[in-house]
Nanobody
Framework: VQLQASGGGLVQAGGSLRLSCAAS????????MGWFRQAPGKEREFVAR????????YYADSVKGRFTISRDNAKNTVYLQMNSLKPEDTAVYYC???????????????WGQGTLVTVSS
């Protein structure tokens, strides 16, 4: 599966952004989907994940209550709604697809190219 992330940009602290990740192929609903992010000089970290049906979600503590992951299997797309953004949310955000419901980078097999989110103070 090929993934294409979009929706990043520059936003002021307290603002919102919605990221999208479009997947190619007919097997999108067979994959668990996740969002990760990587800030300059830091390792890639888990942000959120969603089950194949969309019925289960899980978030990193740092974004819980502010970010929402969702998916539309009819559109082969996963979303990340980000509210109450903080400067520390600044990073390149990646979507990923995998066969398991995990939080580790190695648990995901396919990755999008990343989209930059910059939050100004």
């Amino acid at each position: 599966v090929q993934l294409q992330a979009s929706g990043g940009g520059l936003v002021q602290a307290g603002g919102s952004l919605r990221l999208s990740c479009a997947a190619s192929g007919r097997t999108f609903n067979m994959y668990y989907m996740g969002w990760f992010r990587q800030a300059p000089g830091k390792e890639r970290e888990f942000v959120a994940r969603i089950s194949r049906s969309g019925g289960r979600t899980y978030y990193a503590d740092s974004v819980k209550g502010r970010f929402t992951i969702s998916r539309d299997n009819a559109k082969n797309t996963v979303y990340l709604q980000m509210n109450s953004l903080k400067p520390e949310d600044t990073a390149v955000y990646y979507c990923a697809a995998g066969g398991g419901y995990g939080t580790r980078v190695y648990e995901y097999d396919y990755w999008g190219q990343g989209t930059l989110v910059t939050v100004s103070s």
